[in-house]
Structure formats: structure tokens, C-alpha cells
């Protein structure tokens, strides 16, 4: 690192310490700290999503994956369709009509308070976990670069967020993360044109070399339960994946609450899962790129390296002044934007889902950010261990997988089907996990049917238990199921 990569790390630093800054004076209610007052444009909303599911563990575990293995994890993309038709048409307007500050607040409405407190239980361990992983990708580029301890570059990160997403609340998240993508945006195109640049042959002989190698191998149609990725668990088991990514995520989710409207909701939604899907066929391309470039250059390693760390050092020992100091700044972006909306999100569940409904008490803007300062020290805590979790990429499909899709169950319970009780639900949530937990445990099941399977017990439990038992009032039905809808 040159004084200029500096220089340019420091200014992109100071601007986002700056917009939180900013945005955090004049904050006087819940509503403006963890909804931006529902005035956010539909466009900032969008690139606000893009940056927060782009994150430092796509931007460098993408890489890494395709360096290692081949384009098979983005058969996933297959459920694309399906799931942007459910979350819009089922999901967006009943939290939107509903006007709640975070999704489980639907599940005491539709439930009652136990189901709301378990689904806010899952959501918090979930995310502490995820954002641990995603403080712990930066890091990885940090440490090539300057040979500091992990552990302390883990702490200087998660306090940098933690301190201006503490301070500036939701608009700071938002507006920072527009810049954020404009930052990691460029980066990745920089990276692109300097990696395919350094490959003898150029775009050609990436395309033929990896051809040659496998690399760009993208469907797999095993019916095999046990293969990590293929076209019917990217087809089925991404269905589920997504939606417990975009639908009952509080994190991803409500971004898409700040904007003035359903349809403008939608069109940020839309916007970010497109987007999205492209940019992992991008990021996959500069992987197998790094692949053949390592093969012309065995001193370097070859294809035996960390995979995690090809990217990292690819950026730290071939990018030119300058450009490296922009790409380090767009894997911090990638990051930040990805722990910034999650604390965010952390405190909002703390606030609304527990301390309100528990205390009885009105939350305040002080008490947002006292549960922001807590989750960031949470969080940080666990990403000096995140490493052990496998890949960065694999890491965090398996942990949304694990703990998302008994959240998928009870949320289409209660949207879908009138008949099914609190107790119901609550079970279903329980039984599911368990189910899910001894899944993983005792079996070689790809982690892509997880949320699928986490559904359909889900069901089963919810569904029966609740037709041997008492039926919903209809204070618990009324404008909250597909068939009583307003």
C-alpha cells in the first residue's frame, strides 16, 4: 500500500463517518430512526438492498468459490422468478398495510405474542452470526495487506459501523449504502478489466482454459439430496432460500419499508434481486479468471491456494497505485453496508419485538442505539471466529439456511392458511428447527434443501396441530390472511 491507496481508502472512510454524521442529528422517533420516516426514494431503497446482499462475503467468497469449484452455486439463480412473484404479491403488502416497523410484529397480530418473540429469537441469532462472517471477509483483504493481527483488523471494522450506524440510524444506512455501491460497483469493474488483463490469451483463453478445466460447469441435474448444488435444489430449495432472504429478513426487508409506497416497495425489491443475479455471474467470471491466471503462474501458488484469499491477494500484489486503494475501499464498502443495515435491523427487533411488548414501555431513539452499540460488539466478537464456519460464500448460505427457513414456515402458515392457531405456529417454528438441526447433524443433506425442508415440517406440525385444536378468533384472521385480505 502506496501513500495514494491510502489516501483514497481515507477519504471514502471519512465521507461515510461523515453522511452517518450527518443524518444523525434532529432524530426524535422510532419511526425516523428505523424507517427513514417511509421518504426514502424507491432507487436509494434499491441500491441500499444491492449493497447490503453484495456484502464483502460476495464479493470475495464469489471469487473464491468459482476459483475452487465451478459455476454450480448459481444455479440457486433458478428461483429467482419465483421468488420476486411471492414476496411481492404476498409479502410486501401485508407489512406494508400492516404499518409495521419489522416483520414479526405481523406473527403477534396473526398469533399472538409468543410466536412474535421466537421468530425475533431466530431472526437475532441468525443475524449475529452473518454478521459476524461478514466483518471477518474484510478482514481476510486487510491482513494480506498489511500483516496485522485478524483479530484487532475484526475489531477496528466493526467499530468504524457500529459508530456511524449507532449515530446516524436508518437514512445514514441507506444513504451510505447508495455510496457504498457506487464504490464497490466500480471496484468490481476495475478488478474485472485488471484481472482479465494480466491472463495471457485475454477473455479467449479464460473462456477456452476454463471450458477445458470444468470451470464454467453450471448444471448439475442430480437428484441426489446429497449434492451441495444442483438444478433442483437451486430450483426448490433456492425458492425457499430466497424468500427467507428477502421476504422475512428483517435486515433486507426493511429498506424496502422506508419508501412511500407498495409499489414503490416492489420496484426496489425487483431492482435488487435483478441486479443481484447479475452481478454473481460477474463475480463468478473474475474467479475462473483468477483459476487460469494461477495456472499460468504456478510460483504464485496455482490452483492450490486458500480460495478465500486469492482474490485478497490478487488486489494487494498486482493492482497498480490507486487501484488499490479503491478496491480495498470497495471490499470495506461491501462490508460496511452489510453490517450497517443489520444493526440496524438487530436494534429494531430489540426495541419493537422485545423490549415494548415485554416492558410495556415506549422505546427511544437512546435505547436504538444502545442496542446498535451492543450488537456491534456482539457481532464483532464472533467474526474473530467465523472461519471455522468453511468457505465465506458457503458460510453464510448455510447459516441463513439454518435458521431461515422455520421462519418461511410460519410466516406462509399464518399468510395462507386461516385455520392454523398460535399454539400452531408456535410449534411449527420449534418442530422445524429441531428438525432441521438433526437434518444437518446426522445426515449429508445439501444445505440448499434446508429451508425447503425446514417449510414442509414446518407445515406438518403447524397444520396439524392446529385442526385438532381450538380456531382463531377473528381479531387474529381479519386483514391478516391471503383470504380475509383489506
Not at 46 to 73: E, H, K, R
Not at 191 to 209: H, K, L, N, P, Q
Amino acid at each position: 500500500m502506496t501513500p495514494v491507496d491510502y489516501t483514497v481508502l481515507g477519504v471514502y472512510l471519512f465521507l461515510v463517518v461523515w453522511i452517518g454524521g450527518r443524518y444523525g442529528s434532529g432524530q426524535k422517533s422510532l419511526k425516523e430512526f428505523f424507517l427513514g420516516s417511509r421518504t426514502i426514494p424507491w432507487w436509494a431503497a434499491a441500491c441500499s438492498g444491492i449493497a447490503t446482499m453484495v456484502s464483502a462475503i460476495g464479493y470475495l467468497g464469489a471469487p473464491g468459490q468459482a476459483f475452487a469449484s465451478d459455476w454450480t452455486y448459481l444455479q440457486a439463480r433458478f428461483a429467482w422468478p419465483i421468488a420476486i412473484l411471492i414476496t411481492c404479491v404476498l409479502f410486501i403488502p401485508f407489512f406494508y398495510k400492516l404499518e409495521v416497523f419489522t416483520a414479526y410484529e405481523y406473527l403477534e397480530k396473526r398469533f399472538d405474542l409468543k410466536t412474535r418473540l421466537l421468530a425475533a429469537v431466530i431472526f437475532i441469532v441468525l443475524k449475529c452470526f452473518y454478521t459476524a462472517v461478514a466483518i471477518y471477509a474484510p478482514a481476510l483483504v486487510v491482513a494480506e495487506m498489511t500483516g496485522l493481527p485478524f483479530g484487532w483488523i475484526c475489531l477496528g471494522i466493526g467499530v468504524l459501523t457500529t459508530v456511524y450506524t449507532t449515530h446516524g440510524g436508518m437514512r445514514a444506512v441507506i444513504w451510505t449504502d447508495a455510496i457504498q455501491f457506487g464504490v464497490l460497483l466500480g471496484g468490481l469493474v476495475v478488478a474485472y478489466y485488471a484481472i482479465v488483463g494480466r491472463v495471457e490469451g485475454g477473455f479467449s483463453e479464460i473462456v477456452s482454459v476454463g471450458g477445458s478445466e470444468g470451470k464454467f460447469r453450471f448444471l448439475d441435474w442430480s437428484t441426489s439430496f446429497d449434492t451441495e448444488f444442483t438444478v433442483w435444489g437451486g430450483l426448490i430449495g433456492g425458492t425457499f432460500f430466497l424468500l427467507s432472504q428477502y421476504a422475512v429478513d428483517q435486515a433486507e426487508l426493511q429498506r424496502f419499508l422506508t419508501t412511500s409506497s407498495v409499489r414503490n416497495s416492489r420496484r426496489a425489491l425487483v431492482s435488487t434481486m435483478v441486479f443481484t443475479s447479475l452481478y454473481g455471474v460477474m463475480v463468478f467470471f473474475i474467479g475462473t479468471a483468477l483459476y487460469v491466471f494461477h495456472l499460468q503462474h504456478p510460483e504464485l501458488g496455482g490452483a492450490q491456494m486458500n480460495s478465500d484469499r486469492v482474490f485478497p491477494r490478487f488486489i494487494v500484489e498486482f493492482l497498480p497505485t490507486g487501484v488499490r486503494g479503491l478496491l480495498i475501499a470497495g471490499v470495506f464498502a461491501a462490508s460496511m453496508s452489510t453490517v450497517s443495515s443489520i444493526l440496524n435491523s438487530l436494534a429494531t427487533v430489540t426495541v419493537r419485538d422485545f423490549y415494548e411488548p415485554l416492558t410495556r414501555g415506549k422505546g427511544t431513539v437512546n435505547l436504538a442505539r444502545l442496542a446498535t452499540v451492543l450488537f456491534g460488539c456482539a457481532a464483532t466478537g464472533l467474526s474473530v471466529y467465523a472461519e471455522s464456519f468453511g468457505t465465506i460464500l458457503v458460510a453464510q448460505g448455510k447459516i441463513r439456511n439454518f435458521f431461515g427457513g422455520s421462519l418461511v414456515g410460519v410466516f406462509l402458515l399464518g399468510m395462507i392458511f386461516p385455520r392454523v392457531n398460535g399454539n400452531g405456529a408456535f410449534l411449527s417454528m420449534v418442530a422445524s428447527f429441531a428438525a432441521t438441526a438433526a437434518l444437518s447433524a446426522l445426515t449429508d443433506v445439501s444445505w440448499l434443501w434446508y429451508s425447503a425442508f425446514a417449510t414442509v415440517v414446518s407445515f406438518a406440525a403447524g397444520l396439524g396441530y392446529s385442526y385438532v385444536t381450538e380456531r382463531p378468533t377473528d381479531a387474529h384472521l381479519d386483514g391478516l390472511t391471503w383470504q380475509r385480505r383489506r
